[in-house]
Nanobody, 119 residues
Framework: QVQLAESGGGSVQPGESLTLSCVFS????????MGWYRQGPGRERESVANITVSDTTKYVDSVKGRFTIARDNNKNTVTLEMNNLSPEDTAVYYCSADRKRGSARWQYWGQGTQVTVSS
């Protein structure tokens, strides 16, 4: 069973940076597309960034140029470097692992890590 463990959340001031990490276990990491999602107060969960098995990345418009997603297949880890944070980035951030094979799909979630941006 895939397990995802996030870390790195916290409270920062606007303009500061944080890096989130997610450690994957229980299966073959390199077979999974990885992503970071977030859910802010009163909002639906949204996709923030994702990285495919071939290292193709995609970002939601609001974080382009500020956030960077990366994966390390040797360490079974995906990270999200977040720069120039703003209060609008305040949310619980979730790591996701996603694999498709034919018509089958597997998706797993971490428990989330809180990011709070406030002055």
């Amino acid at each position: 069973q895939v397990q995802l463990a996030e870390s790195g959340g916290g409270s920062v001031q606007p303009g500061e940076s944080l890096t989130l990490s997610c450690v994957f276990s229980g299966s073959i990491f390199s077979l999974y597309n990885m992503g970071w999602y977030r859910q802010g107060p009163g909002r639906e969960r949204e996709s923030v960034a994702n990285i495919t098995v071939s290292d193709t990345t995609k970002y939601v418009d609001s974080v382009k140029g500020r956030f960077t997603i990366a994966r390390d297949n040797n360490k079974n880890t995906v990270t999200l470097e977040m720069n120039n944070l703003s209060p609008e980035d305040t949310a619980v951030y979730y790591c996701s692992a996603d694999r498709k094979r034919g018509s089958a799909r597997w998706q797993y979630w971490g428990q989330g890590t809180q990011v709070t941006v406030s002055s």
